[in-house]
């Protein structure tokens, strides 16, 4: 079962590995408050017929509903509402670098819930991974931001990741007793529930009709393919693997979505963004084999 959910996971990591380049896209013409509640409540509009057809049922439970609270408001809310406001101030390949430390966090949170300390090779390649992301982010006090990149976003991107690590851990912990599909779905309902106070004050009717073909297609692509199938499978890997080493299959994530930003949008490859490739993927790398 853990070869299956290794597999399961990498195809889901491949898939997440647009979401930087979808939402870049999205917020070019979208406000990123706007993108993010948009992202959400397309989800939670597709998640509705599903969780009615499917009868799928809330936790019974009450730390199971717990996790699940946890999950709808990390993953579903706090997690698109900070990367749409950080992808928006930085660049795609900083984004796409910046996710590559979530099994850092992922390992992190799954270690503090089973109240459990990893072994010191475990730590020293996170270390390296977080030390990476020190030097891609601190390269923005010094410099100007070559390729769009800043400090203030590379940081919101990194409180996004963990915002989505807590509803990765707690998620799939959830998903153990109800399933990953009811969790998913519920989660993202309980998302949009969140978010939904906010349209009046992001949404303007005018400024949507405006917004072209490629940026529908991009928020499309971030509520169905990223949320849905996204989040369902991953919820599905974690839940039938060990979380902590099936979480650190991210480590492809920063490579293809790098390649992407080169590829489409044609943003430069820095020195600061190699140092920081290296050690990131090198410290999960060793974290991964360690754990």
């Known amino acids: 079962m853990d ?22 896209m999205a917020v070019a013409e979208i406000d990123p408050v706007a993108t993010a509640i948009l992202r959400t409540m397309f989800s939670a509009m ?11 049922r809330l936790p019974r439970g009450n730390r199971s509903r ?3 609270a946890v999950s709808g408001l990390g ?29 850092v966090f992922t390992g992190l949170i799954a270690a503090l819930l089973d109240r459990r300390i990893p072994g010191g090779r475990w730590w020293l390649g996170c270390g390296v991974a ?4 020190a030097v891609l982010v601190g390269a923005r006090f010094g410099l100007s931001g070559e390729g769009g990149a800043t400090a203030a976003g590379d940081l919101l991107v990194l409180a996004s990741a963990v915002a989505a690590a807590a509803g ?15 969790i998913t779905l519920w989660g993202i309902v309980i998302g949009g529930l969140t978010l939904v106070p906010l349209l009046p004050f992001a949404l303007s009717l005018s400024a949507l009709a405006e917004v072209g073909p490629r940026a529908w297609g991009a928020v499309f692509y971030l509520a169905i393919l990223s949320s849905i199938v996204g989040y369902a499978g991953w919820y599905w890997a974690l839940g039938h693997g060990d979380i902590g080493r099936t979480g650190l299959t991210q480590f ?17 490859l820095t ?8 050690a990131i993927l090198g410290g999960v790398a060793w974290a991964r084999r360690v754990s």
């Open 271 to 278: 020195v600061p963004m190699v140092v920081a490739t290296a």
């Open 168 to 182: 990765y851990v707690t998620g799939a912990r959830a998903a153990r007793e109800t399933g990953s599909w009811a």
């Open 66 to 68: 717990r996790y699940l």
């Open 46 to 56: 597709a998640a509705l017929p599903l969780l009615l057809i499917g009868r799928l």
């Open 252 to 268: 492809l994530q920063p490579l293809i979505g790098v390649a992407l930003a080169m590829a489409i949008l044609a943003e430069p």
């Open 130 to 133: 977080l030390a990476g992301t």
């Open 3 to 24: 070869a299956i959910a290794t597999v399961t996971a990498l195809a889901v990591v491949t898939l997440w590995s647009a979401t930087p380049l979808a939402t870049k």
């Open 75 to 103: 993953g579903f809310a706090a997690f698109p509402l900070l990367f749409s406001l950080g992808v928006e101030q930085t660049s795609v390949g900083h984004a796409a670098l910046i996710l590559g430390a979530l099994p």
